[in-house]
């Protein structure tokens, strides 16, 4: 529940951070976002 909780959390601020960005930018963003996701949980 707290990694789901913390997946989400991570989701929404890239895409507030992200909002005015172009659909390229934004999908380099969550790409980064995932990167470090998965670093966190190893």
Do not use: N, P, R, Y
């Amino acid at each position: 529940m707290k990694g789901i909780c913390l997946v989400l959390t991570i989701g929404l601020m890239v895409f507030t951070l992200s909002a005015c960005e172009t659909m390229k930018g934004l999908g380099k963003d969550v790409e980064d976002a995932g990167e470090w996701v998965q670093e966190k949980a190893s």
